[in-house]
């Protein structure tokens, strides 16, 4: 499992937890990235590594992060 594998594993189980709805799109994404839901909101998740940096922006974007 590689980094963006687990990362995704993570925004799957803080969305569970909020009782959000999760879902990932292979293929609405361009060059290897992925289209992410999270209840209503939407962003797309880059095809390499994640950095602490880029999870905490996709996170707030998604409405994980307070």
Known sequence: MNKRDKFMAEL???ARRKGLSFRAEEWRGKGGH???FVGNRVTTVPS???DP???RKIRKQLGLVD
């Open 53 to 55: 940096k880029t999870a």
């Open 34 to 36: 992925m289209m992410v």
């Open 12 to 14: 799957r189980e803080e």
């Open 48 to 50: 390499r590594e994640i």
